[in-house]
């Protein structure tokens, strides 16, 4: 029975595997860099919005804060 050759038999192949890895790796960081530069470009989306009701409320220590 013939055994298969086995995966990375040669330094070679190993060097243009990780070279190819690489390469998708890069392509991916700057497809995701180039879609963050994208987002920061566009204003933050805003809503309008109406308070229905607003108040103050101390918590156990003391702490105040505003309930919205």
């Known amino acids: 029975m013939l055994l298969p050759p086995p ?4 330094k070679k192949e190993l060097f243009v595997l990780l070279v ?4 998708v790796a890069l392509f991916s960081l700057f497809f995701h860099y180039y879609h963050f530069l994208e987002l920061h470009k566009t204003a933050l989306h805003v809503s309008k ?3 229905l009701n607003h108040y103050t409320k ?3 220590k003391g702490r105040t804060y505003d309930v919205f």
């Not at 995966?7 to 040669?10: I, P």
């Not at 190819?20 to 390469?23: K, P, S």
Request: glycine letters at 8%; proline letters at 0%; aromatic letters at 0%.
């Open 49 to 51: 919005a109406t308070v």
């Open 58 to 60: 101390t918590n156990a």
């Open 7 to 10: 995966l990375l038999a040669s």
């Open 20 to 23: 190819a890895v690489g390469c």
